[in-house]
Structures are given as structure tokens and as C-alpha cells.
């Protein structure tokens, strides 16, 4: 291991990703505390949780400490093309207006999205080859290529005079993984032989023993399922996961049936991989109207909106509101995915209303149609022998993830934990790795078309109205401030009495205060008066507001 | 099989519970249609969906279809005591005022919510023994006694004179309950030897193959789990699983750690338990402060909050602000609980905490730590050998569980099969079961402290408030109709770009409205400018609401 300049140091910086699962975000330093240059490793989003952050769609991470500096942002890599790791990227750029780099699909997409947010002749995106390299500055990065649920996935051999990260990105052992490369365990074998600082790695099913199994046996079984069924098939799945539908497009063809792809995003990574020179003996793709003109034991139906996302494919189709595709009794719909927390609810809906016109449902509860993209305990100790780092990070997962992470990297001999959380600064090297500082960390909401700041209190504000909705009372005063009209209340999101109860309060109240002389006191005195008799009469106390206008 | 009166006809309507798993409330009537008497079995709540209804804990069945025709109820038939049975007996009594008939435990449990209602002195609850009888009008009902995860739980043996009706509740199979009745095969046997024309059944778990599993097993396991544990245990679960709660005490005293109950239905549970007779052999209880003064490897704290309830103990315990209980690195939190579906992200939240501050987590995913109480397909098929209805009627489900459950009970050779949903009115007897027609049915809230149907939409008004905000605008008219001051703005919940978007929108619309003279034409015109000037800046659009005030 070479030593770098004295007073340069390696440091790790998370902003997103560090305690969630999504919105990754990673930055590494290099140089002296005053003068260090970065490059981010992946800028991904999050999706909201309606509960909490109602009205929010997509989060991201609040990068203000970084933005800062912005003139030593060096590039951003992009690991793989999932939107965790680079559905921020078009959000974010105006704020660090530095190069991109990845591999041909991954770059394919984030091109689309930069073309899509009118950016694509601001921003310059380089293309790796796989299992190519790439120098920053200080930095050389070479992709190691992995397996995931996604193509082109690669671990980052983060290079610099102080020693090496290896940066996971998302992956597992998949030791057959369809389409593209396989898990390249030479290289990953040579870098831990050479010497490995850091290892930066996905904490996702920390939780789950075993491994997670290959996407061939999927397609075995998705093939054999297929092949028992009789009427219409829809399967809905992740659309990125190309080899996927790659097996449902085998299994249809094995069967007789004709595909046709329903929904955006299902169109728009097929034709990403075809440009990339993948899916070359993906069968022709029928429109969906050619395909509902076929006897319904020939087709087979490929649909985005295994989520329950309300504006999907697979919701429409459900309720039987899709302009073109309509599933009857005796028709099957696969689910070919995941549940993934928070949607439980959203996508049993879905499901209740095939059930209720007598569609047959296959979920991965009942049959086995999907495996999880992420690495197993067993595949995490795999690694650990690989890459054998001087210190484990995990990453990429809650913290009861990262907390399982560390321990069985402990177990693996790795001598160090860090357990870091999103604004954590540590100094990987010289010396001991630790936390050396705490930066401006956060999430940055999209709310409706505008970036707003997590600690705005927006979503928040608006979930409070939600639970007890929102009183205004509208007060005029004439210009000795005295009340010059009966007030107007509105008590929106409230029950009758309550409302009712309210009126006569801020009657009372506005005929008491008549006298006053200070508005802003009178206005208070009427806030009060109007949440009171609001919380009496209710049990709840809504956020309540005077609006005062003078005449 | 004895046959009724010429023109009687026995029917049954559930308004709760058919496609959902909670709120069960079903009626069964019986004479001519014009003067039916009615006996309910189960009245019981739904808890509420903070994304689908904000601010709503509590929902409950719309009765009216029962409650215009009050006097012809004869009274309330408990099958158990879980909340989605009883709790909303206390809520809709007042428009039913009929008597209530329960075992001892249940009938215990409804005393008590009928006392915190202050109705106590009100409603006669009558208690039936275990394994009793009861005659309402033309209804006997037997109680037959099951296994669940509660005690006492009771499958109905509806006697009509046009036949009889097996209405489960909820159960299980399981061998060794532990505590109370073991499930009363013989009776059910007979029960389907003498002829039962429908079984109207718990279809919870129709998509689970195999069994459920016994109490006795999950006691074993804990006392295994617990003698390898070192600091100090909390256990979290269901208050009202007595055997559970009894089972934790028992591997408690094995290893030597005396208990605490921590939270409300702990206490009341327990107290519940051993006036009705059970629990005699449960070890003292110590309170909080005295449990947190032994050593840690001396105690084990029995907590509510298992389904991340944020006001709970576990809850709580976790964030550190439990005024008694404070745990810390090296102690150890096990949930023996499922994951209630939509409590998972709240449920993950809390074990995360747990986590940062280095407390082992302990779950049904990784210990045999949990058996759900209700039957697997195993168990639903011995139901229907031991009963041969002639029809099967699956309620407490979801669709999906229904349709399950109903296929499962044609394998079984049942001839027919009825899906219900609330509202539905069926016909059982004379002739062929069928449904007859369809009543008004629907949800009550429990907004605050006030009922409100759901029809009314005050849930789905906050809903959209916490999408999008609720935007206010004040406007100021003088006798004429005239704008006689600058109209004043409320954007609540929106960014302020948004805000001073709206603002001058609004200035404009009142200043070129000025000359109209009528003022709702003026406030609509104003409304109409508003929101679109907050969807063009926002892409959102909110609630608009116009105030005018005349002076």
C-alpha cells in the first residue's frame, strides 16, 4: 500500500443510504481537511411513505455539504441503474454541475432521465466499459462486475494513495445469472489478496440466512407454472429486472404464448437493454390491442405495477379501467416480485379486486416466481472471505440491517465495525478509521414539481392536517382595529358539531375582544378561543389559523 | 330437520368482516320479511389506515340497515373478546339497546368498555357458561368450545326451526391451548351428524398451507430462547394471549427473572384472566420501579406496543421515554407477535431504535417465537369434515382470502359456496341459499370523540389536505359587492414560491373582479384563479376555499 502526501487523509462521507434502504448517497474525500476532492458514488432517490411525508413522492438527499464545496466535486459513478442509485441524479446536478460516469445501460437510462428534466446537453455522462476503470484526481476506480436484479451491476475498487475501498453497490451470488456477466470472484479474489482498506457494502437481507437464490431457477419455475395455465396471463414485476422478463418471455414463447409489454417503464428497459445489445432473442413484442385480439391461451401479458402504485398498468387492469387490456374469470395474474414494506396494503387492494372478479392469483407467497436481488447472510460471509477488509461499512440498509451486517462481519474476523449514519464523516485513512465530524445531513422532499427541504415542515404540516384538519377564522377590523364584521370561520376536515361549536366561540370571542385595541392580541385570543372550543367538542386540536384583514 | 312456519325464512346479513379482516359484525334474522327478528353475533371494530384515513384510530359497520328496525334485535352474541369482536358494542349500543350474552372472560371485558363508556348501568350483559346454551326468539344457541388465541372462544350453533347455522368466530386447531377448553371435537361432530345447512367460518388464513401450530409449542421454544439470554428481557405481544402471556411467565420463573407488566392492557388483561378463574399459578407481578432495581438477568418486563403503537410501552421503551423501564446495550426486546399488516413500517421503526441503542432484537423472522390463532388450510379442511355444511359462507377475510377459502370448501365437497360482502342479504332458508338483496352498508369513524359516516367524506377532505395543503383566500366585500380591501391569503401546507405565486394571482382576480356585483361570481372567479395559479407553480392542486366577509 503506497502513503500519501503527509496531512492527506481518505475520508467517507454517506448523505443518503446510511439507516434506510434507498436514496443512496455516497462521497469519498481525498486530501488535506481544507482542500479535499470528492467523487460520489451513486445518487439515488427514495419513495415516500403517504403516512408520513403525505403529498411526497420522492425523496432525496440533502447534499448541502457537499454543495458547498462544489468545485471539488469531481464526477458521479454510478454503480447500477436502479432508482436508488440514480433517480436523483437529474434533481441534484444543478447543485453539483460535475461529470457522470457508468456503464452503457446504466448511462443509457440515466441519459434518459437527464433528457426527460431537459439536461442532457448540460451534463456530460461518460461511458465505462464493463469491468473497465476510470481515473479522478486522486481517485482510480475500476468496476468489478457482480450480480444483482438488474444488468451491468458493479462493486467499485475505489484506489487512492491511502489505500483501497471496495464499494459494493447492490449485489448477491447469483452464480447464474441469465443475461450479462457473472460475479467476476477472480477480481474480487486479487483485490482482497492486494489488500483492502474499506469494504462499503449492502446491508439489505443481513437479516435473512441462506442465499438468495438464481434467477435460472426462477425461470425454470416461472416456465413450468406458465405452462399450467389456461386463460390470459399478466405477470407484473420490476421492469429493470431484464433477465426477468427475459424468462417470462422464454416461458410464454415455451408455451405458445405471444408477450405484449404494458406500461412505460416496461417499454422503455426493454428498449434500453436492446440498445445496449442485450434481449437479442427476445421474442417480437405485440401491441396491446393485436394481443387482446388473440384466443387468450396465447398470450401473455408483461405489466409494470407490482407495487399497487395507483397509476400502473397492474391497477388499472385491476379495477378494469386500462384503455386496451382486460382480464376476465379464469385468467392469471403472477406476481413475479417482492413486497416491499410500506406497499403491503396497497398491493393486497390490487389483489382483492382480481380476486373479486375471479382471477387466479400467484403471488411469491404461494408459488416460487421471484428471489431477491440482495445478498443472504451466507453470500455476505462470501465476501467477507474475498475481500477480508481492515474495516466493514455497512450500508444500504435500516439500521437493525446494519447492526446485523456488523456482527456477522465480526464474525467474518473483519477487526473493525462502523455502523455509520447519513452526515457522518469518517477518516478511513491514515490511522484507525473513526467519525471524525458530523455534517448538515437530510432529505430533500419533491413535493409536487419543487425541492423543499425535510425541516421546512411541509409534509409535516400537511399531516397534521390531515389528522384534524385545519380552522381559519377570518376577522375584519375596521381601522381603530376594532371588529367590523362577524367572523367567518371555516373548519375544513372537521365533524358538523364541531364546527358549529367553533362558530359560537369565536363569536363569543370576537364580541369579547371588540374592545381591544391590539389586533394581533384580539387575533390570538380568538386562535385560542377557536381551538378550544374545537378540542372540546372533538378531542382533537387542529392546527388553527387568523387570518386578519383590515378595512 | 323440523321446518318453520309457512312464509318464515331464515336469513343473514353481515355488515362488518365480510372482506376485511376486522369490524365483523353479523346478523342472522329469521321470520317473514316484513317482521324479521334479529339476533347479532360479534361487534367489533377495524382499526384505521393513517394513508386512508388520517386522524381516524377507530371504524366501525355502518348498522343503519339493522337499526331502523331496533325493536325487532334481540340481543348481542360475542363469540370472543378481541377488539374486532367487542369493541364496538360500547359505540353502537345506543342505537341498538339490546341485551349482551358472552362467556365469563368476554362478558368481563365488555363490562369494562361499557363502564369507561359510562353505559354500565344501561346494558344487561349476560353471562352464558362455557359449553352453554341460550334461546332468543326463535334462535338456540349452543356454545361450543374451540381453541384461538384468547380464551374462551366460542363457535355458535345457530338452531332455527328452518335449520342450523355453524358460525365459527375465530379459531384454531390447537392440540394444547394451554389454558381453558380444548376444542370440543366431539360436539363438532355431532353437530355435523345431526345436519347444519351453513357454516359461516374464518377464512384469515385460507392462503396458509399446513397448521397453525400450538400455544404449548411456542411456550417451549420461549423457554428455551430466554434461559440464553443475559441482560435484562422485554417481552412484546398481544395483551389478550393469556396462554402466551402465562407461557413468557413460565419460562420467566425457569431462568430465575421475576416479571413486570408495562402498559395498560397488560395489567387489565391479566386482572381479567384471574377473575374469571385462570392464571393461578401466574408468579407475583412487581411493579416497574422495584423490576428496573433487580439485577438485569433477575427480570423480564411483559410489554403492549408490538405493532409500533406510538403511545404504547414498547414504543416507549424504545425512544427511552418510559418513566420506569429503561433498557440498554446487551438487553434484549423479543416481539412474540405477528406483523399486522400496514404496521410494518411503524413496526420496523421501533426495532430500529432498539437497535441504535444496541438492543438485541428477537422476531418471529429469525425464533419460533409466535403461532397465529387462526386456521391454516389444514385445519379449515378438519372443520369441514367434522360439519358438512351444505353451504360455505368464508367471512373475516379480505377478497382473496374469501375466494381461497371458498375453493378450498368446494375441494372439500361442500355443494355450494356464497361469498358475502357487507350489505349482503342472504336468503339460507327455505330453499336454495342465495343472496336476496343488498342493504345500505358502510363505515362509521370514530373521528376525535365523534361518530361520523364515512360517507361523509370528512377523512378523505384531510386526505387531500395532506396531499396538497388547503389554500384560504379572505375576501373582504363592502355593501356594494365592491372588493373593499387586498383579499388575504392562507397557503397552508404549500412551498412558498407556491404561496407567492397564489398571492399574486389572487391581488389580480380581485382587482380586475372588482367591477362584478355578485359576490359568489366574484369568489369563484377568485377560487378559480387561486388554484390554478398553485397548480402552475406546484403541479399540485389543493383544496381552495373562499372566504367573504360583508361590512
Known amino acids: 500500500m503506497t502513503v500519501g502526501v503527509p496531512g492527506d487523509e481518505l475520508v467517507f462521507l454517506p448523505l443518503g443510504g446510511a439507516g434506510e434502504i434507498g436514496m ?38 440533502d447534499i448541502r455539504a457537499l454543495t458547498e464545496n462544489r468545485e471539488e466535486v469531481l464526477g458521479i459513478i454510478a454503480t447500477h441503474a436502479h432508482e436508488d442509485h440514480i433517480g436523483a441524479i437529474a434533481h441534484l446536478w444543478p447543485m453539483l454541475r460535475c461529470s457522470v460516469y457508468a456503464t452503457a445501460f446504466t448511462a443509457r437510462l440515466i441519459t434518459g432521465k437527464l433528457e426527460e428534466a431537459g ?18 484526481g486522486p481517485f482510480t476506480l475500476d468496476f468489478i462486475s457482480i450480480t444483482h436484479s438488474i444488468l451491468e451491476p458493479n462493486l467499485l475498487a475505489i484506489g487512492t494513495p491511502l489505500g483501497v475501498v471496495a464499494h459494493t453497490g447492490d449485489w448477491k451470488i447469483d452464480p447464474d445469472p441469465l443475461l450479462g456477466e457473472e460475479t467476476d470472484a477472480a477480481a474480487l479474489e486479487k483485490l482482497g489478496n492486494d489488500g483492502v482498506l ?48 427475459d424468462s417470462i418471455a422464454h416461458a410464454a414463447r415455451m408455451h405458445g404464448r405471444k408477450i405484449a409489454l404494458v406500461g412505460r417503464s416496461m417499454q422503455k428497459m426493454v428498449q434500453a437493454a436492446r440498445e445496449c445489445g442485450y434481449l437479442k432473442d427476445f421474442p417480437p413484442v405485440l401491441d396491446e390491442i393485436e394481443a387482446m385480439e388473440l384466443p387468450p391461451r396465447k398470450v401473455l401479458f408483461l405489466c409494470t405495477g407490482s407495487q399497487g402504485e395507483p397509476r400502473a398498468a397492474m391497477a388499472r387492469i385491476a379495477d378494469d379501467s386500462h384503455p386496451n387490456v382486460h382480464l376476465a374469470e379464469g385468467d392469471t395474474v403472477i406476481f413475479s416480485s417482492r413486497v416491499i414494506p410500506g406497499n403491503e396494503l396497497a398491493i393486497f387492494d390490487l389483489q382483492n379486486q382480481l380476486a373479486a ?6 403471488t411469491a407467497e404461494d408459488h416460487f416466481v421471484h428471489v431477491s436481488g440482495h445478498p443472504c447472510r451466507d453470500e455476505l ?45 469518517f477518516r478511513l485513512a491514515p490511522g484507525r478509521p473513526q467519525l471524525i465530524d458530523e455534517v448538515p445531513s437530510g432529505r430533500i422532499h419533491l413535493d409536487g414539481r419543487v425541492l423543499v427541504a425535510e425541516g421546512e415542515g411541509l409534509a409535516r404540516s400537511r399531516r397534521a392536517m390531515g389528522h ?27 365533524p358538523q358539531p364541531v364546527a358549529e361549536a367553533v362558530e359560537r366561540a369565536v363569536t363569543e370571542a370576537a364580541r369579547g375582544g371588540g374592545r381591544r385595541n391590539d389586533p394581533a392580541e384580539l387575533a390570538e385570543s380568538v386562535r385560542r378561543a377557536a381551538r378550544r372550543a374545537a378540542h372540546d367538542a372533538w378531542g382533537k386540536k387542529p392546527v388553527t389559523r387568523v387570518l386578519v384583514t383590515e378595512v
Not at 416456465?223 to 422478463?245: E, Q, W
Open 24 to 61: 443512496n448517497f455516497n462521497a469519498y474525500g481525498y486530501g488535506p481537511p481544507d482542500k479535499r476532492q470528492w467523487i460520489i458514488v451513486d445518487c439515488g432517490v427514495l419513495f415516500g411513505r403517504e403516512g408520513n411525508q403525505p403529498g411526497v413522492d420522492v425523496l432525496m438527499p
Open 119 to 136: 439536461l442532457s446537453a448540460k451534463v456530460r455522462v461518460t461511458v465505462v466499459p464493463v469491468g473497465g476503470s476510470l481515473t479522478l
Open 198 to 245: 474499506a469494504l462499503v457494502c449492502d446491508s439489505t437481507n443481513a437479516l435473512v440466512s441462506g442465499t438468495s437464490g438464481s434467477e435460472s431457477t426462477v425461470r425454470e419455475s416461472l416456465a413450468d407454472l406458465i405452462g399450467t395455465l389456461k386463460g390470459r396471463v399478466a405477470v407484473t414485476g420490476f421492469a429493470s429486472n431484464i433477465a426477468r422478463l
Open 357 to 362: 372478479r375471479g382471477i387466479e392469483l400467484v
Open 381 to 425: 460471509a462470501q465476501m467477507y472471505r474475498w475481500i477480508r477488509p481492515r474495516v466493514a461499512i455497512p450500508v444500504h440498509g435500516e439500521v437493525r440491517h446494519q447492526v446485523a451486517h456488523a456482527r456477522l462481519a465480526r464474525e467474518m474476523q473483519v477487526p473493525q465495525t462502523l455502523i455509520p449514519q447519513n452526515g457522518h464523516l
Open 468 to 494: 384534524a384538519g385545519l380552522l381559519v377564522v377570518s376577522l375584519v377590523l375596521d381601522g381603530k382595529g376594532r371588529v367590523a364584521a362577524l367572523p367567518t370561520v371555516l373548519a375544513e376536515g372537521m
